[in-house]
């Protein structure tokens, strides 16, 4: 009866030290998972657009309206409004020339150049001018009215929710955004490997341990290789 007893230890101690080394050579392969930090970034919400609706208001404009028309005009003439006064003077002075002799026919001159100048500046006050002639002129004023315009577009849209509607500033395309969300790409994992600590960026969530090959974390975790 002994023999088979010390047989049965003798397969339960071996298979100790089985399990034994086997835990041994998981733990000498892992490496102790301290903390994980999620890597997040801000995307976009897109939805389909299903239906566009200009939405139009009543905008005031200011505008020019022109419109020609014509003027009688009368053109200047050579002495401006003194021809009247300048003639009668010379008129008068030569007339007045013809009187006399000698300081009388100075004094004469004088008199008749004085009673011209008067005579034609009455007429230059009851003259009326030059030639006339026609002109066309613009004329401009600013009126005011008002004009339809877009001011935004409603949009009828399908997202990953459900339908819905959405009122944006600028004419859409295929798709609009209707919010934005958090979503995780990664993890920055810290580890310790025996004495070894350090930083690894994963793809996805680890556990408490991470698989360590030939002293590195295992490159089928990290993001960017494997």
Known sequence: MKTPIIAAISVLALGG?????????????QAEVLS?????????????????????????????QCSERSVQRRAPERFGDRDGMVAGAVIGGLLGNQIGDGSGRAAATAAGVLAGGAIGKEM??????????????????????????????????????????????????????????????GYDVRWRYGELEGES?????????????NGRIAPSLLIGEG
Do not use: M
Request: proline letters at 6%.
């Open 17 to 29: 030290v089985a399990v034994a080394s086997y835990g041994g050579f998981s733990r000498a392969n």
């Open 36 to 64: 994980a930090e999620p890597i997040r970034v801000t995307e976009p919400v897109l939805a389909d657009v299903l239906r566009v609706t200009p939405v139009e208001e009543n905008r005031p404009v200011s505008r020019q």
């Open 124 to 185: 230059d006050r009851r003259h009326t001018g030059g030639r006339r002639y026609t002109e066309t002129v613009s004329e401009c004023r600013d009126i005011q009215d008002s004009e339809r315009v877009v001011v935004a577009w409603d949009v009828e849209y399908r997202g990953e929710t459900g339908t819905g509607t959405q009122r944006v500033s600028t004419e859409p395309g295929a798709q609009i955004q209707i919010g934005e969300r958090d979503r995780v790409i």
């Open 201 to 213: 960026r994963l793809r996805e969530k680890p556990g408490e341990t991470l698989p360590v090959e």
